[in-house]
């Protein structure tokens, strides 16, 4: 049965110094309290960013506050501010089609103003959106947009950001040396800057290569490595997926009680944080353990919860894996029928995703076609 490692994209989101997250999340609130205004407003979008990996609803609030009170007050830069905030709360709580709607309307914005730097990190934004929506042809397109803008402007940090991104989607497509060179190009990059949040995020990506080889050892260094940084930044956000991944790796080692161990760290977090996304992911790992450990009655209700949690928040392309997965359990089980339906439905999602991919593909070619045709006529 196939485990699920999570990848984490950069979300190019308001990064603090390295002290307790906590602290600057209590700090802010008590400035909210006596302020008024645009003042409030700032400060709420500011309170919304340093919250979204340690509680995201509640972030989410922050931002839309922010959001009405900068609309009320014609401030179009602080409202823009906000919908990114918002769109960044909103992602993080599975509803990526308005996490998506919210960016475009912030990328249209920074368009109208000419905005280079803000529209680099729109694009960013936009292609992470696409890539948790199973639209990695379409994200790749945002990355590579991003990175030409970020290198016009000499922005070595974006530019890093972007070389991530990008050596995600080469995972994602199987090019795992492309992918290796991005990651490793990226890291180089915040190693020198002393960045933690962007050390850990890129160390948990490299983590995911070496397992993929069978690297198992070098796969734990450097989960460990991002799991060290996320833990001195309060990122939980973070260290559930790398706890998560950790997990999956100590079960491919046979350590069973150690990948329990992460998976309920893992667990613990996401449901703290509001991460529906990666929890689904780590109550399917946990689930798939125990189908490995042969113990079907453990393994059965968490593969169910998973494939309730996916379908409801369409993450379908962990759907079909899980579906997948039930199907091998009730095969193990005798319920041939039952494995066949799953078999089926697996089947039919593959082939509803791979249509509306090729549908994608066929639009943009007509797009480009028209737009071209249109350009030589005048």
Known sequence: MRKLQILILFALFFTYPVFSQIEIIDSLKNCILVQQGLTRAKTLVELSNASVYHSTPDALVYAEEAFHMADQQQNDTLK??????IGYANGYLGKLETSIKNMEDGLDYYRS??????????????????????KSDIAVLFYKESLEIA??????????????NLGTTYWKWEKFDEALVNYIRAVEFFDKAGLKEEIALVANNIGVIYDERGDYEMALTFYQKAIANYHDLSHNYGLAQSYCNMGKVYAEMDNFSAAHDYYDRSIILQKKIGDVNGLTTSIYNKGNTYFQQKDYLNAEPLLLESALMAQKQKFYHILI?????????????????????????GKVLKDSIFNAEKHRQIEDIKTKYETEKKEQEN
């Open 80 to 85: 823009y501010a906000a919908l990114k905030a």
């Open 113 to 134: 103003i000419k905005d280079s730097s803000k529209i680099a990190e729109a694009l960013s934004d936009l292609g992470y959106l696409n890539n948790a929506s199973s």
């Open 151 to 164: 290198e016009k402007i000499k922005d070595q940090k974006r530019i890093a950001y972007a070389l991530n």
């Open 321 to 345: 894996s899980i579906y997948e997965s039930l199907a091998d359990l009730q095969l193990k089980k005798k319920n041939y029928e039952q494995a066949y339906t799953y078999l089926e439905k």
